[in-house]
């Protein structure tokens, strides 16, 4: 480590460095008059960073009109912050007013463009950042029909100077008429099942969704099984034989079938009571055992040997199933296919049957329910 040097001696009439210190200084002029003899005096009172500097102040005849000063025009908002880029811009700076006069404010100097240089000025110390207000705002479009009667658009503040709310009420302009919306594209419309004529859009609960329905909620469609859909069955042997099945669509509601028909048929019912064969309906789903299905209609054996076929839920095993609207035995499913199957059925324990299609017929009705 070097020791510091020797002090040096001040010599009279040295100029001795005793410090810096920023301060403000005030300057005054005592007014005299030019013929006064030379006599130049000045004072100066200063405490912490504050300086007051008094001196003679010379008042001469009025001299000629000095030139006009340069306009400054600061370009607030330029990209430009360094000196680097400000030597750059010098390159495409011209000696014209158009560019003359043009400042930019980098760091605590500005830099004036006069024509061939940049004439720095010294500004102020940038104060401490302000606080910063926490605004609130709001906004409150007018409807159009009130902006028919007059209303306007306007501001009210509400709050303190840190912690304002500003409420703004608009009178925007009406938009243009916008296009009609697609229902089929809506993300609250159900369109599993494809549209037919005279259908509505009604909202269905058990979807959360809207969906298409036929009108009426009680209107019913209506099928046939035709006699070629039936197959003869010229000896068979057992409780249960199957004669004849078709498929039940897609449906647009849960529903319910009312089922009515006739055929003929004869057989030996080895049991207590020959000649007595009978029929039922089964409805199953598809790919499934049709005889686990669930029995909605019925038709008795009597000595005519014509079985006429109605409505029918219960049997002897199960004599408490019955179909209702809000029931769940025989309420079949929307959106799904089912299939509907004919037994040649005997209550006894054996049958020989014979069964020809010829006038077999059934007509299907399905309620929505």
Known sequence: MTAPADPVQAQLGDRVYLGTRLANVHFYGDVSDIDTPGATTATMEMIGDDAVVTMDALVGPKGND???????????????????????LANTLTDTPDDIGKAWWIGNQVYMWDGTGFKIKAMGTAGPAGPVPNISPTIESIPWAEQLQGRKSKITVSGTANNPGWHFEIAAPQGPKGDNATIADALDFDDTLPPTGGQVVTWDATKSKFALHDPNPFATRMYTMPEAAFQSVPLAVGTKIPIGSREIPEQTQEYNLWIQGHLRTNGVDLDFDPFQIGCEVRISEPNTDPKGGILVARGFGNSSQMLHI????????????AISPDGVYGRFPQGQKRILTVFLYTDGLFGVYNFQPRDAQLAIQVIPV
């Open 310 to 321: 109605s409505p029918h839920a219960s049997t002897p095993q199960t004599p408490s199933d």
């Open 66 to 88: 000095g030139e006009m000063a340069p306009v400054v025009r600061m370009q607030y908002g330029s990209p430009i912050d360094s000196l680097q880029e400000l030597e750059e």
